[in-house]
């Protein structure tokens, strides 16, 4: 079944839980919060605190991308306000396994993220511990920027992996999914959607996630 994640960067911040609620009435079954440093990431977004309150809001898993430097000085407060899913990236994680295991011994399933220019093959000693694979469709930092169409290769690419056996990842993307979007990555291998801009952008979040679906299942 594909999972449409919003990504909360391009609500109103002041009507957060109000818009969240139309994306998942709208059929988004993840909520994609994106946490941003300044540091790993050339902007800077939230933390914690708008996290525990979302949490007390809304009942779907939260999904906490970790767009940040030394990620486990952080994952223990994400977990404690209330992220279900943990995502980190291989780029900013010099000791990678470790810090997936940080993640699951907090109770939450652990991601791994690669950015464009990031190959799969840095990932083969971690996809047996990891529950989901995040592929970034565009680089990391701002919302809707334009869809990398040559991310979709690293895909096909888990897809495969995945098929020899011995793993049991979910594969995600990020980055520039819309209605012309969805479907080439669907047919690639993705099962849970990102989206920022295309839900939140404009007009009725609601509206805009049940479009999102019926073009990634057409
Ligand atoms: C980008 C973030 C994304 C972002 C996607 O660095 O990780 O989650 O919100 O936004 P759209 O869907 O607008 O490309
Ligand atoms: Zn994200």
Redesign the pocket.
Known sequence: MIELAP?I??ADFARLAEQVEAAIQGGGTVV?F?V?DGHF?PNITIGPPVLKSLRKAVKAPIDC?L?IENPDAYIPAFADAGANWISVHQEACLHLDRTLHLIRDHGCRAGVVINPATPVETLSEVLDIVDYVLV?S????????P?IPATLHKVRKLVALRNQGGTNFRIEI?????LDTIGEAIRAGVEIV??????F?KGDPAENARELLKAANS
Do not use: E
Not at 138 to 145: S, T, Y
Not at 194 to 199: F, K, Q
């Open positions: 990504s960067l391009s994609h994106d941003m990431v991308h767009m970034m565009v680089n990391p930092g701002f919302g809707a920027q869809f990020d980055g520039g999914m819309a990102v989206a920022g801009n295309a839900v952008g």
